[in-house]
Structures are given as structure tokens and as C-alpha cells.
């Protein structure tokens, strides 16, 4: 994929500058950020159960994929040789931001912290996606005695729920 190909790109080495290093990975970061956003809303709003699934396996795999690349060793490495002497002002705050957010994540750890937490990630993740999945799937009713009731609400939904054989109005979420 797209994102595989720029991280290997980055991860590949060669001289480390604002151009060849920073800017890939601002790249790598929008494009992983615009794959996890566009597969929440589908995960969310689709009406069908197997596009939203596959919308969650998308998710489930750029999450992953993202806790990857914030734990890269030879990502950090790169954008820490960066000389960004002569960069703007805001080039040098967003690469100190970056770089610490990269240690942060635990990017400087040993291997098997960095294995843990790329589990841990993905295990919130996981529960991320049951606790929206239960959240999305629940259904609820309201029911009405009459439509005076539905007082304030367009005409058109209130003639969408007509009361039923016993006299009640059910609205579900």
C-alpha cells in the first residue's frame, strides 16, 4: 500500500532534512489520519453490517499500523538528525513536538516494552471499536400514547410513525 511504501521510504535512510525526512512523515501521518477517519465514518453511518465490518478491519489494521510508525526506531532516528537550525521558527516547534511525542509513545524503549505497547494499543483499539459497535447496535424505543405528544416535530416524521394496533406510537433509535 500507499503508506507501507512511504514508511519504507523514510525508514530507508539517506540524509536526514526538513525535505527528504520531516515532510514524508507529515505526509505518512495524513495519510494514515485520513484512512482512520474516513473508516470510522463508514464503521459509524453505514446502514450495512458488512461494509461497517470491513470499515472495522481497516480501522483495526491503520491503528496498528499507526502505533508502528510512532514506535519506528529508524523513523525517530532520521528526524532526530535533522539540523533544523535554519528552519522556520514553527518547523523547529513541530519537530521538538514531534520527536517528543515519539518518545513519549515509548520509541526509546527496548524492544519488548515497545512490543507491549504496540499490544496495548491495539487491545484500546479493540475496545474502542465493542464500545462504539454496542453503542451503534443498541436499540431503544420510546413509545407515545398520541401523536399531541409528537407536539413540535415535523409533520412528515409524524406520519412516519403511525400508532400501531394498540393505540401506541413507537419511535426507535
Given at each position: 500500500?500507499?503508506?507501507?511504501?512511504?514508511?519504507?521510504?523514510?525508514?530507508?535512510?539517506?540524509?536526514?532534512?526538513?525535505?527528504?525526512?520531516?515532510?514524508?512523515?507529515?505526509?505518512?501521518?495524513k495519510l494514515s489520519g485520513s484512512v482512520i477517519g474516513?473508516?470510522?465514518?463508514?464503521?459509524?453511518?453505514?446502514?450495512d453490517p458488512t461494509i461497517r465490518a470491513a470499515a472495522e478491519q481497516c480501522i483495526q489494521r491503520f491503528s496498528s499500523f499507526a502505533t508502528e510508525v510512532s514506535l519506528s526506531r529508524p523513523i525517530y532516528d532520521r528526524l532526530?538528525?535533522?539540523?533544523?537550525?535554519?528552519?522556520?521558527?514553527?518547523t523547529q516547534f513541530v519537530l521538538a513536538r514531534l520527536l517528543n511525542d515519539y518518545r513519549l509513545s515509548g520509541v526509546d524503549r527496548d524492544a519488548s516494552t515497545r512490543a507491549r505497547v504496540q499490544a496495548l494499543s491495539n487491545e484500546i483499539t479493540d475496545i474502542s471499536l465493542a464500545f462504539a459497535r454496542n453503542?451503534?447496535?443498541?436499540?431503544?424505543?420510546?413509545?407515545?400514547?398520541?401523536?399531541?405528544?409528537?407536539?413540535?416535530?415535523?409533520?412528515?416524521?409524524?406520519?412516519?410513525h403511525r400508532p400501531g394496533a394498540d393505540g401506541l406510537i413507537r419511535v426507535n433509535t
Amino acid at each position: 500500500t500507499r503508506s507501507q511504501a512511504l514508511r519504507a521510504s523514510i525508514e530507508g535512510g539517506g540524509p536526514a532534512s526538513v525535505d527528504s525526512a520531516f515532510e514524508a512523515v507529515d505526509a505518512l501521518y495524513k495519510l494514515s489520519g485520513s484512512v482512520i477517519g474516513e473508516a470510522t465514518l463508514v464503521n459509524e453511518t453505514n446502514p450495512d453490517p458488512t461494509i461497517r465490518a470491513a470499515a472495522e478491519q481497516c480501522i483495526q489494521r491503520f491503528s496498528s499500523f499507526a502505533t508502528e510508525v510512532s514506535l519506528s526506531r529508524p523513523i525517530y532516528d532520521r528526524l532526530s538528525a535533522i539540523d533544523a537550525s535554519t528552519a522556520s521558527p514553527g518547523t523547529q516547534f513541530v519537530l521538538a513536538r514531534l520527536l517528543n511525542d515519539y518518545r513519549l509513545s515509548g520509541v526509546d524503549r527496548d524492544a519488548s516494552t515497545r512490543a507491549r505497547v504496540q499490544a496495548l494499543s491495539n487491545e484500546i483499539t479493540d475496545i474502542s471499536l465493542a464500545f462504539a459497535r454496542n453503542i451503534r447496535e443498541d436499540v431503544d424505543e420510546v413509545t407515545f400514547r398520541s401523536a399531541s405528544e409528537l407536539a413540535g416535530v415535523p409533520q412528515d416524521y409524524i406520519d412516519a410513525h403511525r400508532p400501531g394496533a394498540d393505540g401506541l406510537i413507537r419511535v426507535n433509535t
